[in-house]
């Protein structure tokens, strides 16, 4: 069974960064795709960021504009969010998501597993 577990939210001042760590359990991880996607109060879920399997490829939404890294430690089945310059606008409920499927998969439906969340806020 699939497992995945974010760390790494919490308060952070606007200009701040901070780094979302995501724990994978219970399938190769170097197969998976990983992605990042983020949920503000009354918004939709949204792609943030993604990575094929041995982290070659990486695609990032258009908001992102330099300030997200995504990057992955497959010995430590772990991908990770670097997120700086963070803005108000960037505080959300942030969600790794896998799927052995495809290779860089960036839309909701294309992935099959996902984690609980984790909450950044940004104050301004």
């Known amino acids: 069974q699939v497992q995945l577990v974010e760390s790494g939210g919490g308060l952070v001042q606007a200009g701040g960064s901070l780094r979302l760590s995501c724990a994978a359990s219970?399938?190769?991880?170097?197969?998976?795709?990983m992605g990042w996607f983020r949920q503000a109060p009354g918004k939709e879920r949204e792609f943030v960021a993604a990575?094929?399997?041995?982290?070659?490829?990486?695609y990032y939404a258009d908001f992102v504009k330099g300030r997200l890294t995504i990057s992955r430690d497959n010995a430590k089945n772990t991908v990770y969010l670097q997120m700086n310059s963070l803005k108000p606008e960037d505080t959300a409920v942030y969600y790794c998501?896998?799927?052995?499927?495809?290779?860089?998969?960036?839309?909701?439906?294309?992935?099959?597993?996902w984690g609980q969340g984790t909450q950044v806020t940004v104050s301004s």
């Open positions: 998501a896998a799927d052995w499927s495809r290779v860089i998969p960036t839309t909701r439906d294309e992935y099959e597993h």
């Open positions: 990575s094929s399997g041995r982290g070659a490829i990486t």
């Open positions: 219970g399938r190769t991880f170097s197969g998976a795709a």
